[in-house]
């Protein structure tokens, strides 16, 4: 595995002290899936900024505190394992951008993540939301919603050819999350094509299920134990075809208690780490609701880590949580890592970072790229929104650049370190 140059807030080292939730009940144990260890890639960019605040300096952070660079390197130490996690935000295709991607030969999708697949390439384990079936062209692809008579905005139902897997899993990422509003936007058997289509690219995938299916992934980083559990407070067709027992066993819908139950489980079955991907809150809002933080600190409390929220298509803050007896990260909106949406809210995203470093004790360091989604070579493409990538892009692709990583950062706040 690739040497790690840490990137740390010393406020947010996460010393994981085992705390549980010993009173839920526990599931049956998944299987513990083993990942391919990442190979350095030409080209592969680790996150090589590095900075720590000390505890004089935080106390009185405003704006911009003194920082000081500090090699944190224990690679070398015996006993000590490392692993990479990466998370985006929304992963969305409309009709325009199939029409972007169709070569001669099909579809290649991969131009849309080239600029940004050498930070993914990073990550032991990379996980996005797909908000779109794949579910086969005789499905038709994805349609974008219509104005109405009254005024209003039908729904946009989504389906992506099958190719669009292949270029994500060129880009580095390993595991989708497939709990969204758009989950059954090509009913029952839609649900079934995706996530057979998903297999069949040798990615892992949870938050919709066949039958039989565990609730959540247990996956095996580079020796450390990770789960990943996803949910959606709701799906844009009520029912896809399917009975209630059947939608209730095929997409994880969000219900607190629920949650609560599958993180214990997932702490049971022995994640060291407990990954919770939330589709929730409100659309197109800069800000998570009152219930929504309420809610993050139960889960905390419970045993999740670190929690990566969607649906708003809009950055929201990230913070460091503490709670009566844990810490963890909570993103409570990755917005748009890439879609066809094109204001400038609705363009910006980020990949949350978690360094992990497995010795005596388990430690976790949290840190984001900010992203900006934008026209290149006419197919709608994810470029890194960082200063420092400014000079390996063309001036077409870095105008506006270094304004979206400022507001991108104003708005995801500086609890934890962006990458520069």
């Known amino acids: 595995m690739k040497r790690f140059v840490n990137i740390l807030l010393s406020g947010l080292i996460l010393a994981l002290c085992g705390c549980q939730s010993a009173a839920l009940p526990v599931a049956a144990e998944p299987e513990l899936i083993a990942l391919p260890q990442r190979s350095s890639a030409p080209g592969e960019k680790p996150f090589t ?44 295709f409309m009709a325009h951008q199939i029409r972007a991607a169709r070569t001669e030969a099909g579809y290649d999708f991969f131009p849309a993540f ?74 029952g058997e839609g649900l079934r094509r995706t996530i057979e289509n998903i297999r069949e690219q040798g990615l892992h995938s949870t938050g919709t299920f066949l039958s039989g299916d565990e609730r959540f992934l247990v996956l095996d980083a580079n020796g450390v134990s990770v789960a990943v559990l996803a949910y959606t407070t709701g799906t844009n067709k009520n029912t896809g075809g399917l009975s209630s027992s059947e939608r209730r066993e095929a997409v994880n819908l969000f219900d607190k208690e629920l949650v609560l139950e599958d993180i214990g489980s997932a702490r049971k079955a022995g994640a060291e780490v407990v990954v919770l991907c939330l589709h929730w809150g409100v659309e197109f809002s800069t800000a998570p609701t009152a219930s929504q933080e309420r809610q993050a600190e139960e889960f905390i409390e ?91 892009l063309t001036d077409e692709m870095t105008a506006g650049l270094s304004k979206a990583y400022e507001r991108s950062v104003a708005v995801l706040g500086s609890e934890i370190v962006s990458v520069e």
């Open 49 to 92: 900024q590095v900075r720590v605040l000390d505890e004089e300096s935080e106390s009185k952070a405003t704006s911009a505190p003194e920082e000081k660079a500090v090699d944190i390197e224990t690679k070398g130490l015996p006993g000590v394992r490392h692993a990479r996690i990466a998370a985006v935000g929304d992963v969305m």
């Open 114 to 187: 080239e600029y940004i697949a050498p930070y993914i390439g990073t990550a032991d384990i990379a996980i996005a939301n797909l908000e779109t079936t794949i579910a086969g062209e005789d499905m038709g692809y994805s349609v974008s919603g219509e104005l109405q008579e009254d005024g209003t905005k039908s729904l946009s139902y989504f389906n992506a050819p099958v190719e669009l897997l292949d270029g994500m899993k060129r880009a580095g990422f390993n595991v989708l999350t497939t709990a969204n509003n758009h989950t059954l936007d090509k009913g």
């Open 302 to 392: 419970a045993g999740a880590d670190v929690i990566v929220g969607a649906h708003p298509h809009v950055l929201q803050k990230i913070v460091m949580l503490e709670t009566e007896g844990r810490k963890g990260i909570v993103a409570y909106s990755m917005g748009n890592f890439i879609s066809n949406m094109t204001s400038d809210e609705h363009s910006r995203g980020a990949v949350l970072i978690i360094d992990i470093e497995k010795g005596e004790t388990l430690t976790l360091r949290a840190s984001y790229l900010p992203t900006l989604c934008k026209t290149v070579a006419g197919q709608r493409s994810v470029l890194p929104a960082a200063p420092s990538a400014l000079d390996e």
